[in-house]
Structures are given as structure tokens and as C-alpha cells.
């Protein structure tokens, strides 16, 4: 499973969501469903705008996790 560390990366810059919406050019409200992991995909184009906004890496920001209920 993929898991969103938006907040993580939001923290370490010390940057709210509302200013990175601004520099995005994306709503907070859609931020938001990305920051807590309530959407199915993201565009590239956003994601490019993300990691431009914050000077990070889609590592940063995107981490795999192996499922749990696959190992029983």
C-alpha cells in the first residue's frame, strides 16, 4: 500500500497546508484528501508542483508499505 506523508514533509518545511494550496494552485480541500490519504491517484502535473513547492523528492512525500493481511 502506498501511504501519503504530505504532513510529515509539511512539517519539516514548517508550511501550512493553506500556503502550500496557494503555491500548488490546487484547493485546500483537495490538499486535504491527498494529506490524509482519502484519494486513489495523483496526477503527476500535481505532484511535480508538490515537490517543486516543498524542494523535496516524491520519496519524500510517497512510501510503499507491504500489506499486512498478505503475510497470513
Known amino acids: 500500500m ?4 504530505l504532513d510529515r514533509v509539511l512539517a519539516d518545511r ?6 502550500l494550496a496557494a503555491k500548488v ?3 485546500n480541500v ?9 484519494v486513489r491517484a ?3 502535473s500535481t ?9 523535496c ?3 519524500d ?5 507491504e500489506d499486512e493481511e498478505e503475510g497470513c
Do not use: H
Request: hydrophobic content about 45%; some cysteine.
Open 14 to 19: 514548517k508550511m501550512r497546508l493553506n500556503d
Open 47 to 55: 505532484l511535480d508542483a508538490i515537490c517543486k513547492a516543498l524542494d
Open 42 to 44: 495523483v496526477r503527476f
Open 61 to 65: 512525500i510517497l512510501e510503499y508499505v
Open 2 to 5: 502506498i501511504i501519503i506523508r
Open 57 to 59: 523528492q516524491p520519496g
Open 30 to 38: 483537495n490538499l486535504s484528501y491527498l494529506k490524509t490519504g482519502k
Open 25 to 27: 494552485g490546487i484547493s
